[in-house]
């Protein structure tokens, strides 16, 4: 039979219900900040992505599903979505009157990747945008925000890396120092770093090689190179992140993958994850709503690994709050009427009761139940009928009771 692609998956049963708690929360926790969703198509002009995320990136260059569509353009899925909510902004005019802008977003990416354990091709990230606010404080209330919704899973032991990249003319010197570095002990480097030393030196930084982090030691820091601007900025962020008991560490190494960011960048790396470890990234990036065409404007953003943020809750046991979940068995076919009549103002109620259709035994029945999960079965038979009442069975201890049927809906609300 024909399988799903590689590296692309489906959601169903307990991961899901994790990807629909944390859904519910991202909604809750960004929206009592004042940011609001919004959603952007899957596929894109290619060149979106080469000018926004850069051409000698890896997921430029080598990551992208890009194809031609019937007309001959060059379509790509979106391997991250900051390109495509800039895009959005200037086309839809988001900022007229609108700034500052704050915007979440969540859904699917697509990259070529090398399979790994928490590595896929189809993945889903979850991201805020903070745009038109050029100030350290900006970026401490994004990751507050950040911050309070991984609490608000349960997730409150993450600490962050930072750094600051400056801007690209202040990496001049920085670059020419670093080329230095590298061609000194050229041999110690992997091909990808001597050739990435000429077109990306930051990439460098951040390559997996181990021996290349090896030869790296006592390598020149982009932050010394900074100018005095971009050094004050840095500190009031750490200072601000210190006043609101945000943990963080600085990591001269820590650059991003992508090369749109400007002055801070910061990570959250979790051990639980193994050797995918990385859980989210972001920075600020106040050069590309210009460089796609928009009016000059500072911004500010992370991109979260929903995927991977699923993985660790489900590591970690975290219990989903559950509603009750009801099973209702009519007693042979003289019932399923009467079944029915009951079940519907309880539906229209919003509780979730599965009703059983199928006519059979109520041992089979029970036995569904069980198996399926639920955590009720309510029974209607002709004796229930006959005094008003139904049947209630607790499917985990095996107890009994019987409710008047004018008091279903608030016994429910009570389990
Ligand atoms: P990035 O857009 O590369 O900054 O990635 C942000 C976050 O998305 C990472 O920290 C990961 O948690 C997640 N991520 C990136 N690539 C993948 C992938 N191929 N599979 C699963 N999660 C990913």
Redesign the pocket.
Known sequence: MTQSVKGMRDLWGTELAHFQFVERMCHQIMGAHGYQEIRTPIVESTDLFSRGVGSTTDIVNKEMYTFQDRSDRSLTLRP?NTASVVRAIIQNKLLEGNDPLHLFYIGPMF?Y?RMQA????Q?W?IGAESIGVSSPESEVESIVMLFDFLASLGLADLSLSINSVGFPEERTSFYIALKAFVKAQEGAFCLDCQRRIEDNPLRVLDCKVPSCQMALTGHPEVLTFLSAESQSHHEKFQKCLQSSRIPFAVNPKMV???DYYTRTTF?VLSSDLGAQS????GGRYDRLIQDLGGPPTPAFGW???F??LVSLLMKKNTALPSKPRIFLIPLGDSMIEDAFQLVRPLWAAGHSIELETRGVALKKSLSTANRKGHSHAFILGEGEKAKDIITVKFLTTGEQEEWPLREISSRILKL
């Not at 928490?118 to 091709?121: A, D």
């Not at 990385?278 to 990234?281: D, P, R």
């Open positions: 991250e990259r990747e928490g590595r896929y091709r993945f990230q991003r993958g992508l990570e990385a859980l989210l990234g991109a979260l690994g995927d991977r």
